[in-house]
Nanobody, 119 residues
Framework: QLQLVESGGGLVQPGGSLRLSCAAS????????IGWFRQAPGKEREGVSC????????NYADSVKGRFTIYRDNAKNTVYLQMNSLEPEDTAIYCCARAFDCTGEYTYWGQGTQVTVSS
């Protein structure tokens, strides 16, 4: 069964850090680019970051550049999103999804994990 399972979300104070995980099962993550997306209440979904299949290239939304880092461990079939200096505006449900490349169509999505940044 194909699955992408996100974990690592939670409640954190402004300025804090979280690391999100996107674990794949039922397929080999090596062959896919993985993107992280988020959706806040009342807002459209936005792309946060993406990493290519071999990890050779990454991209970030302007709003998270310098604060978030995406990386992958293909041996663990997992992609991570390290989030530092979190701001209340980062509060959202974060989902990961797979594509053949970061600019392509994302065809499989996880269920998401809630991130709340609040004092």
């Amino acid at each position: 069964q194909l699955q992408l399972v996100e974990s690592g979300g939670g409640l954190v104070q402004p300025g804090g850090s979280l690391r999100l995980s996107c674990a794949a099962s039922g397929f080999t993550l090596d062959y896919y680019a993985i993107g992280w997306f988020r959706q806040a209440p009342g807002k459209e979904r936005e792309g946060v970051s993406c990493i290519s299949s071999r990890g050779g290239s990454t991209n970030y939304a302007d709003s998270v550049k310098g604060r978030f880092t995406i990386y992958r461990d293909n041996a663990k079939n997992t992609v991570y999103l390290q989030m530092n200096s979190l701001e209340p505006e980062d509060t959202a449900i974060y989902c990961c999804a797979r594509a053949f490349d970061c600019t392509g169509e994302y065809t499989y999505w996880g269920q998401g994990t809630q991130v709340t940044v609040s004092s």
